[in-house]
């Protein structure tokens, strides 16, 4: 992202859209430096390498702004989905022994009744329409920082994404994926989807970006090679999915 913020600053990273019409544009310029703000707010809070950052939103310019925020700080993103109750948050929350959360509307009612019983939680960080619902508020945090930020030299085998299994056979059980593993899934990304990216290449997937499919065959795959994706918060509608891909030109999906 900091390649494309340098090299193609007004080149479109996200289009957001929102199921009640609400509709913005963001670029990779916008995307960086707010990731370095942010970088830089979790430093603040006391987050440190290897910390465990739960990141509990839909698909929205945030997440994304999270995902790389986390990653250059040398911490571990854990991607939950806003749809958990209290006590699937509970559990991930306790287990990956997480210091921070990140979590909007969608699920800061969920995350304030797991928070009870998660000692390790100390901060959680409030986006959108949950704001004085946390400890902190998105845009305060952000507001007080600057937009540059030297990335943490992370090596290959570093933790990047914790992310948990669905818990079909006992207990969730986290993966821990190391920084190589969002350069090696790249080849069979790629080859899925018809050599991409094309010149005019728009993705948009009904995947959340909380699990591994919407996160890494998605959007940190469309970021890498600077395309842009479109995030939509919303129920899943397959007249309004035509509607919307007809509306963003939208050229791959899955």
């Known amino acids: ?54 990141v509990v939103m839909p698909q929205r310019f945030e997440t994304a702004v999270a995902n790389m925020a986390i990653f250059q700080l040398g911490a571990v993103a854990m991607p939950l989905s806003m749809l958990f109750g209290p006590d699937a948050l509970e559990y991930r929350l306790q287990h990956s022994e997480a210091v921070l959360a990140i979590v909007d509307e969608s699920a800061i009612a969920n995350l304030r009744a797991a928070r009870r019983t998660c000692p390790a939680l100390r901060t959680v960080i409030a986006v959108g329409e949950a704001i004085g619902q946390g400890d902190v508020d998105w845009r305060v945090a952000l507001g007080r920082e600057k ?10 085998d570093d933790g990047a994404v914790l992310i948990y299994t669905s818990g079909t056979t006992g207990p969730a059980k986290g993966a821990l994926i190391p920084h190589r ?3 090696g899934n790249l080849p069979g990304f790629v080859c899925s989807q018809n050599w991409f990216p094309t ?15 919407g996160l890494m065959d998605a959007l940190l795959p469309s970021l890498y090679f600077g395309r842009p994706i479109v995030g939509y918060d ?11 891909m007809q509306r963003h030109r939208v050229t791959h999906t899955f």
């Open 1 to 54: 992202c900091a390649r494309w913020a340098r090299d193609t600053p007004a080149a479109v990273a996200i289009r957001y859209e929102h199921e009640d019409g609400r509709a913005a544009q963001f670029t990779y310029a916008d995307l960086q430096a707010n990731a370095n703000r942010l970088a830089h707010a979790l430093k603040r809070l006391g987050v440190r390498r290897g910390d465990r950052v739960a």
């Open 147 to 156: 937009p540059q930020f030297f990335a943490e030299r992370t090596s290959a």
């Open 181 to 183: 593993a969002l350069i």
């Open 199 to 213: 010149h005019d290449a728009v993705f948009w997937s009904p995947a959340d970006w909380a699990w591994t499919g």
């Open 234 to 244: 919303g129920r899943f509608d397959p007249q309004r999915a035509f509607v919307l």
